[in-house]
Nanobody, 119 residues
Framework: QVQLVQAGGGLVQPGGSLRLSCAAS????????IGWFRQAPGKQRELVAT???????NYADSVKGRFTLSRDNAKNTVSLQMNSLKPEDTAVYYC?????????????WGKGTLVTVSS
Protein backbone atom coordinates (compact mmCIF):
# COMPACT_ATOMS: atom_id res chain seq x y z
CA GLN A 1 0.00 0.00 0.00
CA VAL A 2 1.34 3.42 -0.97
CA GLN A 3 1.29 5.70 2.04
CA LEU A 4 3.21 7.98 4.36
CA VAL A 5 3.22 6.90 7.98
CA GLN A 6 3.95 9.55 10.57
CA ALA A 7 5.29 9.00 14.07
CA GLY A 8 6.30 11.19 16.97
CA GLY A 9 4.52 14.17 18.37
CA GLY A 10 2.82 14.57 21.71
CA LEU A 11 2.94 16.96 24.62
CA VAL A 12 6.12 18.85 25.49
CA GLN A 13 6.95 21.80 27.71
CA PRO A 14 8.15 25.09 26.23
CA GLY A 15 11.83 24.86 25.44
CA GLY A 16 11.65 21.12 24.94
CA SER A 17 12.30 18.99 21.89
CA LEU A 18 10.41 16.52 19.76
CA ARG A 19 11.25 14.48 16.71
CA LEU A 20 8.69 13.71 14.03
CA SER A 21 9.27 11.03 11.44
CA CYS A 22 7.60 10.18 8.17
CA ALA A 23 8.14 6.76 6.61
CA ALA A 24 7.18 5.86 3.08
CA SER A 25 5.49 2.59 2.22
CA UNK A 26 5.21 1.41 -1.35
CA UNK A 27 7.46 4.02 -2.91
CA UNK A 28 10.93 5.52 -2.55
CA UNK A 29 11.09 8.79 -0.69
CA UNK A 30 14.46 9.70 -2.17
CA UNK A 31 12.69 10.33 -5.50
CA UNK A 32 10.45 12.94 -3.90
CA UNK A 33 10.72 16.45 -2.54
CA ILE A 34 9.45 16.54 1.03
CA GLY A 35 7.58 19.19 2.89
CA TRP A 36 6.36 19.44 6.46
CA PHE A 37 3.27 21.53 7.04
CA ARG A 38 1.38 22.41 10.18
CA GLN A 39 -2.08 23.62 10.97
CA ALA A 40 -2.94 25.28 14.25
CA PRO A 41 -6.55 25.48 15.47
CA GLY A 42 -8.45 28.11 13.54
CA LYS A 43 -5.54 28.82 11.21
CA GLN A 44 -4.59 27.90 7.68
CA ARG A 45 -2.08 25.17 6.96
CA GLU A 46 1.40 26.60 6.64
CA LEU A 47 4.64 25.28 5.20
CA VAL A 48 7.27 24.69 7.88
CA ALA A 49 10.22 23.10 6.10
CA THR A 50 11.20 21.50 2.82
CA UNK A 51 13.97 19.25 1.61
CA UNK A 52 14.84 18.60 -2.01
CA UNK A 53 15.90 15.31 -3.56
CA UNK A 54 19.50 16.48 -3.31
CA UNK A 55 19.10 17.34 0.37
CA UNK A 56 18.82 21.12 0.26
CA UNK A 57 16.61 22.44 3.02
CA ASN A 58 14.51 25.53 3.52
CA TYR A 59 12.62 26.69 6.60
CA ALA A 60 9.91 29.12 7.52
CA ASP A 61 11.29 32.12 9.38
CA SER A 62 9.28 31.13 12.45
CA VAL A 63 11.22 27.86 12.86
CA LYS A 64 14.59 28.72 11.34
CA GLY A 65 17.42 27.78 13.69
CA ARG A 66 15.14 25.56 15.80
CA PHE A 67 13.90 22.89 13.39
CA THR A 68 16.02 20.56 11.26
CA LEU A 69 14.68 18.43 8.43
CA SER A 70 16.72 15.46 7.27
CA ARG A 71 16.49 12.35 5.13
CA ASP A 72 17.49 8.78 5.85
CA ASN A 73 17.31 7.14 2.45
CA ALA A 74 18.40 3.76 3.78
CA LYS A 75 15.34 3.72 6.05
CA ASN A 76 13.11 5.46 3.49
CA THR A 77 12.18 8.08 6.05
CA VAL A 78 12.46 11.78 6.76
CA SER A 79 12.67 13.36 10.18
CA LEU A 80 11.85 16.76 11.56
CA GLN A 81 13.84 17.55 14.69
CA MET A 82 12.16 20.33 16.64
CA ASN A 83 14.09 22.08 19.40
CA SER A 84 13.37 25.06 21.62
CA LEU A 85 9.68 24.53 21.11
CA LYS A 86 7.27 27.36 21.78
CA PRO A 87 3.53 27.34 22.53
CA GLU A 88 2.94 28.83 19.09
CA ASP A 89 4.40 25.66 17.56
CA THR A 90 1.32 23.81 18.74
CA ALA A 91 -0.37 22.35 15.69
CA VAL A 92 -1.09 19.22 13.73
CA TYR A 93 1.96 18.47 11.61
CA TYR A 94 1.74 16.81 8.20
CA CYS A 95 4.43 15.42 5.93
CA UNK A 96 4.06 15.64 2.17
CA UNK A 97 5.97 13.90 -0.62
CA UNK A 98 5.75 15.36 -4.10
CA UNK A 99 7.21 14.79 -7.53
CA UNK A 100 6.17 15.16 -11.14
CA UNK A 101 6.42 12.21 -13.51
CA UNK A 102 6.04 13.05 -17.21
CA UNK A 103 4.03 16.11 -16.29
CA UNK A 104 1.78 14.23 -13.86
CA UNK A 105 2.03 15.35 -10.23
CA UNK A 106 2.40 12.63 -7.61
CA UNK A 107 1.42 13.87 -4.18
CA UNK A 108 1.21 11.93 -0.91
CA TRP A 109 0.25 13.14 2.56
CA GLY A 110 0.66 11.69 5.99
CA LYS A 111 -2.38 11.64 8.28
CA GLY A 112 -0.95 14.21 10.63
CA THR A 113 0.39 14.15 14.16
CA LEU A 114 -0.46 16.51 16.99
CA VAL A 115 2.26 18.53 18.70
CA THR A 116 1.23 20.37 21.84
CA VAL A 117 3.66 22.75 23.52
CA SER A 118 2.38 23.69 26.93
CA SER A 119 3.45 23.90 30.55
Amino acid sequence: QVQLVQAGGGLVQPGGSLRLSCAASGFRLDYYAIGWFRQAPGKQRELVATITISGSTNYADSVKGRFTLSRDNAKNTVSLQMNSLKPEDTAVYYCNARRTIVGVPMDYWGKGTLVTVSS
